[in-house]
């Protein structure tokens, strides 16, 4: 297989190991709530999905006693439908876990992506995944976060995953510091009220997650934690959507009181005794939909050797400095000047202390957004201040012939001045070569454009978006440095199990590892490594305030306590210097990870 490797094996970015535990790394396979995944082989050419634990829980001494001890329990569940357990290292720097690699999709990406599955199919999941309970059940384990997304899909059954991980977590001292292990849509009333979790709990999962599979829906809804919560504990499911002939085994499995749930062998001889399967459990080459079998197929082309690293992006070097002394004119050239190696992209020197900096005469003025407010179409310029001026003679002084060094030390200095403010500059014409459009700007309250201003001085505030990009309309037209392609895209992310894809504007599995991601995580934002961030106050952020911002402001962490209704951030692509404005539509949540956010990706031009 060539190092081009498909969406579901991504190249390993700079940060990730190269080996863990004597084991090498291949590819990124995903990214959950605890840590991430990876792709690599045993020493017999078998493959294997490597879990790395996340660092918040590696510093957590609870954790690590919990997480070997479940890790022990794991390794003794030998049930034909779980990911084996083959291999951990709870005492490294940062614990891991090996289990079987399976080639399929998560069974929330293939609801995502494909809709309802049909009755059969879903009659063979709910038998397999009642199987794989018995067998974690049979080890004194329960399971706690049985939901879509810790259930694989192969061609020959369903695989359930993390089994007995979420209880490490559970014990730890971050879940009661806004962390909390168990999706709210898939919990049973016990574990959502904080009482007892038995084996119960997992079958009430499992009803819920039957009834999604069957309905394309989550059987209490979605929205607010609290709300999804509430309607848990003390709202019956809603199961319209659910094929009539299902309706009575989920319900029984959805029962609020624990002792009226079925066993997993009571759950299995009710789907084998069901007509649509013909008293028999058989997983044959159609039991799955023909798409969901075609992603298997894609996903079983392993790459068999390591991809090569993204390169970390080379900096920027400083610009040569102006000798004291200017060469003679018709003197020999001086040789080259030589740069100094690199040693950050980041400049220096601070934003310009006045808001409008000082500009030579005939250079191009700083666009509208981005130093201050549009100036009206043929508005004079600023008056020229009496006496001498530089590189101008004054009254009666007679003209020298000849470049002074002092001319020369100005200029430089003007000019980088210049250079500067046009580097980061938004512009835009129409296509006709006139001066109309504006500068995309991202608002507390949403996206707009700088209107043209007229001759009278008058400016149309509500001129149209630069463009339309994602929701169906067509991308921006350029605006100097920056071409709009999607604007005031809303994406929420349920829980952390779900992240959003910038390239394309759209919320995505977290399993599908995007090249561009933001992450919502629990209490703050997760982005890709090779991204740089900046964190405004202000109500609004054009492209260019954010490529100045990242330069002379960059910051680490976006935590949500720093990010209410409206507030603004951004992050620059270092690899293709696109920028992504994003825009809180409702305060990320604490709990699960939840997020709602209105994103604006602008690509660079050139």
């Known amino acids: 297989m060539s190092n081009d490797l498909p969406s579901v094996f991504q190249p390993l970015q700079p940060e990730d190991p190269r080996e863990v535990g004597g084991y090498r790394v291949f590819a990124r396979l995903g990214a959950g709530g605890m840590g991430r995944v990876y792709l690599s ?40 439908y779980t990911a084996q357990v083959i291999d951990a290292g709870p005492d490294a720097g940062a614990p891991w876990l090996v289990t079987a690699y399976v080639p399929g999709p998560s069974l929330q990406q293939v609801i995502r992506e494909h809709g309802a599955l049909p009755p059969r199919t879903v009659l063979l999941l709910i038998g397999g995944i009642a199987e794989a309970l018995q067998a974690i ?18 061609s020959d059954g369903p695989r359930v995953i993390d089994f007995g ?7 730890t001292a971050l879940t009661g510091t806004g962390y909390r292990i168990g999706s709210p849509a898939f919990m049973s009333p016990e574990q959502a009220q904080g009482g007892p979790v038995t084996a119960a709990t997992d079958v009430f999962a499992l009803g819920a997650l039957a009834a999604y599979a069957a309905g394309g829906a989550p059987p209490f809804g979605e929205g607010p934690d609290t709300a999804v919560l509430y309607r848990v504990v003390h709202e019956e499911p809603d199961l319209a959507a659910v094929p009539a002939g299902l309706r009575e085994l989920m319900a029984s499995c959805l029962a609020k009181d624990p002792a009226q749930r079925p066993t997993p062998a009571e759950v299995i001889e009710a789907a084998r005794s069901h007509p649509a399967v013909g008293g028999q459990l058989r997983f044959a080459e159609d039991w799955l939909p023909v798409q969901v079998n075609t992603e298997i197929t894609r996903r079983s082309d392993l790459p068999r050797t390591p991809p090569t690293p993204l390169p970390a992006p080379p900096a920027t070097p400083p610009m040569p400095t102006v000798p004291a002394t200017a060469p003679a004119i018709g003197a020999p050239p001086a040789a080259a000047p030589q740069y100094p190696a690199p040693q950050s992209h980041r400049p220096t020197a601070p934003y310009p202390a006045a808001p409008y900096p000082t500009v030579p005469a005939g250079a191009v003025p700083p666009p509208v957004g981005v130093f201050g407010p549009p100036q ?64 995309p700007t991202v608002q507390a309250g949403g996206t707009r454009t700088a209107g043209q201003a007229t001759a009278g001085g008058s400016q149309d ?7 339309q990009g994602a929701k169906g309309g067509s991308t921006g037209k350029p605006a100097g440095g920056y071409t709009a392609v999607y604007t005031d895209q809303v994406l929420s992310s349920p829980d952390y199990s779900y992240v959003f894809d910038l390239t394309a504007g759209k919320v995505v599995s977290s399993s599908t590892s995007p090249a561009w991601v933001l992450e919502p995580s629990y209490g703050h934002f997760n982005w890709s490594s090779g991204s740089d961030a900046f964190l405004t106050t202000e109500s609004h952020l054009t492209p260019a305030e954010c490529a100045a911002g990242v330069e002379q402001q960059p910051v680490a962490d976006v935590k949500y306590d720093a990010l209410p209704v409206g507030g603004l ?19 990320g949540s604490t709990s699960n990870a939840r997020a709602k956010v209105s994103i604006s990706y602008f690509r660079r031009n050139g």
């Not at 399971?143 to 259930?151: C, E, G, T």
């Not at 991980?165 to 014990?171: E, G, L, N, P, Y």
């Not at 505030?461 to 463009?467: D, I, K, Y």
């Open 376 to 439: 009206p179409a043929g508005a004079p310029t600023a008056p020229v201040a009496p006496g001498p001026q530089p590189g101008r003679p004054a009254p009666g002084e007679p003209v020298r012939r000849g470049v002074s060094w002092r001319t020369l030390l100005v200029v430089a200095a003007a000019t980088a001045v210049v250079g500067t403010a046009v580097g980061v500059a938004l512009t835009s014409g129409d296509d006709d070569g006139g001066t109309g459009g504006g500068t």
């Open 461 to 467: 505030s509500a001129a149209p978006t630069a463009a």
């Open 137 to 154: 059940h049979s080890v004194q384990v329960v399971h706690r976060d049985l939901k879509p997304a810790n259930v694989l899909v192969a």
């Open 569 to 587: 951030f951004c992050l620059r692509n270092r690899e293709n210097g696109g920028i992504v404005v994003v825009r809180t539509v409702e305060q």
């Open 41 to 80: 082989y045993t020493p017999g050419g078998r493959p294997v999905a490597l879990k790395v634990v996340r660092a918040e829980f590696a510093e957590d001494g609870e954790f690590r006693r919990r997480f070997a001890q479940e890790v022990a329990n794991a390794q003794r569940i030998h049930g034909l």
């Open 165 to 171: 991980i979420a209880r490490a977590a559970d014990a």
